[in-house]
């Protein structure tokens, strides 16, 4: 059923594991990004700070992984407030980044638009899949 080995599977996501395995996911977004990028090469796929908004997504999914962690190691309770703490004021960052950019820089705002929800919510996505891996090894001890 699973095609990872079962050691790696019975594992917790430390944060130096979830580090490395971060890494590689953001290595992989930037290629298909770029491979997207030299496809597409009449339309405009990427926006001129995309990758300026990449960089800020991902440090920014990073350190709510690192809070949400931390969190979830001291209590139960302390790691539900640190989970949705983390994921609440990434949102928020992430919003007052795009607000900004969209209201003070002349981009092409659809583009950018797509662009940037859609690498949040990559980034978003690894990062929960993570904390639910914490959490399901939380619940079996």
């Known amino acids: 059923k699973y095609y990872l080995p079962a050691k790696m599977l019975k ?3 430390t944060i130096a594991r979830f ?3 971060y890494v590689f996911y953001g290595i992989l977004l ?3 990004a770029k491979g997207l990028e030299c496809v597409f090469t009449k339309q405009e796929i990427l926006t001129d700070i995309f990758w300026i908004s990449f960089i800020f997504l991902f440090i920014l999914t990073y ?3 690192v809070v ?3 969190g979830l190691k001291k209590t139960p309770q302390t790691g539900v407030f640190a989970m949705m703490g983390g994921i609440i004021l990434k949102l928020l960052f992430a919003l007052s980044f795009a607000l900004v950019v969209i209201m003070k820089l002349s981009v092409n705002q659809l583009v950018f638009a797509l662009n940037y929800f859609s690498l949040y919510f990559l980034f978003t996505l690894f990062e929960v899949m993570c904390l639910l891996r914490n959490l399901r090894h939380q619940n079996n001890k």
Do not use: N
């Open 68 to 70: 949400s962690y931390i």
């Open 19 to 21: 580090t490395v395995l």
């Open 11 to 13: 594992e917790d996501m």
């Open 30 to 32: 930037a290629l298909v």
């Open 63 to 65: 350190i709510a992984y």
